[in-house]
């Protein structure tokens, strides 16, 4: 079945540090394929999405493009701060509208130090 | 704009109690999706509603049941609760058009003691 594969965490970064979570899917098809981030105490919340192969999602300085030939979408921010403490969840769906259930990877807990 | 909105947010149960989830989508979605989200664990789907009628089903247990009603709220119904079902309860919507993404709901944390 489709499923997603995320780096394990936890990542710990210094603030201003480069970040990269690593994400690959396994699915059938062309899926759309979603970041979403959980703060502490909190729901999901959207980060970016891509639908298509070579497709870059952009949001609050992170970027992840949509490889369809490495079957990937790693999560990159050139700059973390303290307040991108959180959990990563990479996601994937085949988008087409009503029923379409999203699959997630483990999460990857990501703490910024000052 | 109008979110997703998910009641209660806390619930604290015994063991054999029942508890009643409610879901409120973002207006004009017509899907909503529950999901399970255990402790350090990654959200895991429960079961799916498109146009108030059951569109998928993932590792939802039988003591669960869930419906969609004609003004699209969703209600999640847990009977015979087990300490194990103590969890983050997600409820998320989407709109009819493709390739939608799914928006989420702030979560019912339920405690079974």
């Known amino acids: 079945g489709d499923s997603v594969t995320q780096m394990e965490g936890p990542v710990t970064l210094s603030e201003e540090a480069f970040l990269t979570i690593n994400c690959t899917y396994t699915?059938?098809?062309?899926?759309?394929l979603f970041w979403y981030v959980q703060y502490p105490g909190e729901g999901l919340q959207l980060l970016l999405k891509a639908t298509k192969a070579d497709d870059k999602g952009s949001n609050k300085g992170f970027e992840a493009t949509y490889r369809k030939e490495t079957t990937s979408f790693h999560l990159e921010k050139g700059s973390v701060q303290v307040s991108d403490s959180a959990v990563y969840f990479c996601a994937l769906n085949f988008g087409q509208g009503g029923s379409e259930k999203l699959v997630f990877g483990k999460g990857t807990k990501l703490t910024v130090n000052p | 704009a109008a979110g997703v909105i998910q009641s209660p947010r806390h619930l604290i149960k015994e063991k054999r109690e029942t508890a009643t989830l409610k879901c409120y989508p973002i207006p004009r979605h017509d899907t909503v999706y529950w999901y399970q989200q255990g402790p350090g664990q990654d959200p895991q789907f429960l079961i799916s509603?498109?146009?108030?009628?059951?569109?998928d089903k993932g590792s939802i247990p039988d003591r669960f049941s869930a419906q969609q009603f004609s003004d699209y709220h969703s209600e999640l119904n847990m009977s015979s609760l087990e300490l194990g079902d103590s969890a983050l309860y997600f409820c998320?919507?989407?709109?009819?058009?493709?390739?939608?993404?799914?928006?989420f709901g702030q979560g019912t944390r339920l405690t079974v003691v």
């Open positions: 998320a919507s989407s709109a009819p058009t493709g390739y939608t993404e799914a928006f």
């Open positions: 509603f498109y146009e108030k009628m059951q569109s």
């Open positions: 699915a059938t098809g062309y899926p759309s």
